[in-house]
Structures are given as C-alpha cells and as structure tokens.
C-alpha cells in the first residue's frame, strides 16, 4: 500500500477536514484523532458516495479503477465509489502512522464474492472497521473488539456482530426489521455483508471491480443513480440523504421520507439542491445510460411515503 507524502497528508487534514493540531493529537490519543477524521471526512460538505463520475463515461471507455486513481480522487474531492473512499482512508491512516490494513467483504446485493473493499485499524485496544462506501454510513468506526455493536438508522437497527461459520470467525453487517431502501423487510433480518480479517491487496478487487464499474448487465450501478451523504451530523443527531433511482430518501435515526419522481429530468433541480457539489454534466450524461425502470425491487421500495416518526 502506497503512502502520501507529508505535505499531501497536512494539506490534506488542515485545508479540507480542518484538522490543524493532528499531529499532537496523534502522539496524545490516536483512537480519538481517528474518530475525529471519520466524522469530518464523511460529514465534510464535499463527500458523496457516488456512481456519476463512473456512470458518465461512455460504455466503451469504462475501466477499472486503480489504485492512483481512487487515491487522487478523494484526496482532491471526497467523492467515489466504495473502493475509492476505503482504499484511500487505508493510505491516509497509513500516512499518519497507523497500523492499517485492507479487507474483502461480499455485499449480498452484488452477485460475485469479495466485492466491497473495507478499512481495518489496528489500535492498543482492539481492531476498528471503517466503511465509508456504503449508502448508509455510519459516522464513526465500528468496534471490531466490541461487538455487537448497533446504531439507529430510519427507525430501524443496523448491527456489526461476529459469528463463528463452520469454525471460522466470521464479521458481519445485519440490518434489524427493515433499512432505509428498502423498507419493511418480510424477514427478521438481513445480513448486508460479511467479512473475514484476511488482508487484501488492491488488485485483488480488480474482477468484481470490472464488472462494478464496466459491465452494464450485471451492475446496478451502470443502471441506476445512487448516491448518499450526510445534510448534517452533530450530538443532537443526523441527516442523510440517498437518491437511488428516481427515489430521494431523507433519513434520521428515527425519521424517514421518501420521494419518488416520474423521471431523472424531473429530479434534477433536487438532486442538484442536496448534492450542490456534484456535476450537473456527469449527472445528465450518467441518467442517460440509466434504465427508466429506475428502482430494482431488491435495492430500494418504491413506496412514496411522508414523513413518518418511528
């Protein structure tokens, strides 16, 4: 895993996530100063987990994304895809001297193995998860010594727990009763994904990747709009906002509304409204590739609703 250089790393801290005493908060608590770059970093008004940049290329010219290309843009912009945010928190909290590696875990939505990279940080006290590639973060790390470990999410219960498999250890993400997409599931609960400790080099993401980023009848991302981040985030709560499809759904601990529109036409002035940072360019190239059938079913319900106090 390749490292940033000093001045990339302060530039970095101090001019985009306003962090100007790193340094010393690194030899004093290092487990504070990463909760602290979590939170700016996912709650900066410039982060969104999205699929335009890679949605808007043409089909011809998609290719997988590589190792410079998921650090410099997020470095530069705080905006990507999973790969890009985990792969480049990994490097900066290797930058800043921490023990940190990369793992593979298999989202159930996605139909091939090993297709959701994640970043581990090793402390005196235990392991930590950070996953900032997903469209429902959480913004904090997740204690991986500390399970389970649950936290409120549209009304709804989003739980890290490890489980033994046959004898292995294995961590896993369960979403309690229903998630914010989807709604009401007809189950208990689902296991979102999993994942064991083996560590990973970048390039061992590269098939999934190419059928992430490159193949059109396998990958929802190809098909559909989908994008989150965070309206605001302090110690009386959160916001979050994800457009999946034609949907826009606003999200707190125990609030949810969701909106659905006719067409991506139709949505662009709010979508342009909550992700002010993002191209309107890239957003009308990418809807044009996008299928109007929109919402795949197991994604995201369809369901317009008020707002609804859980």
């Not at 962090?19 to 990463?34: T, Y």
């Not at 009304?155 to 490890?162: A, N």
């Not at 707190?252 to 036409?265: A, N």
């Amino acid at each position: 895993m390749q490292a940033l250089s000093p001045e990339s790393v302060t530039d970095f801290l101090t001019k985009k996530l306003g962090i100007h005493d790193w340094e010393q908060k690194f030899q004093e608590n290092k487990l504070e100063l990463l909760k602290e770059v979590v939170r700016s970093y996912i709650t900066n008004p410039d982060y969104a987990f999205q699929n335009l940049t890679l949605a808007s290329i043409l089909p011809e010219k998609r290719r997988n994304p590589t190792r410079e290309s998921s650090v410099n843009q997020c470095l530069n912009s705080l905006r990507g895809m999973c790969i890009d945010h985990n792969y480049f928190m990994a490097v900066l909290f290797k930058s800043l001297g921490y023990d940190t590696f990369v793992v593979g875990s298999t989202v159930s939505v996605l139909p091939m193995p090993m297709n959701h990279p994640l970043c581990i940080i090793n402390l005196d006290d235990g392991l930590w998860l950070v996953d900032l590639g997903m469209g429902s973060v959480f913004n904090q790390p997740i204690p991986l010594h500390q399970l389970p470990f649950s936290f409120p999410v549209a009304g709804y219960t989003c739980e890290y727990r490890k489980v033994n498999e046959n004898g292995i250890d294995v961590y896993g993400r369960f979403h309690v009763k229903g998630d914010p997409m989807k709604g009401d599931f007809d189950v208990p609960e689902e296991r979102r994904y999993h994942f064991n400790l083996r560590p990973m080099e970048y390039e061992e993401f590269n098939d999934p990747m190419k059928i992430i980023f490159t193949d059109s009848d396998v990958s929802f991302f190809l098909n559909m709009l989908y994008a989150f981040r965070y309206v605001f985030s302090n110690s009386d709560g959160f916001q979050a906002v994800v457009f999946m499809g034609t949907t826009l759904i606003l999200f707190s601990g125990t609030e949810i509304q969701k909106t659905l529109f006719d067409s991506y036409e139709e949505m662009a002035d709010t979508f342009e409204k909550y992700f002010p940072k993002l191209s309107m360019i890239e957003y009308k190239e990418a809807t044009k590739y996008f299928k109007t059938s929109q919402n795949r079913k197991n994604i995201v319900s369809n369901t317009p609703t008020e707002t609804v106090r859980l």
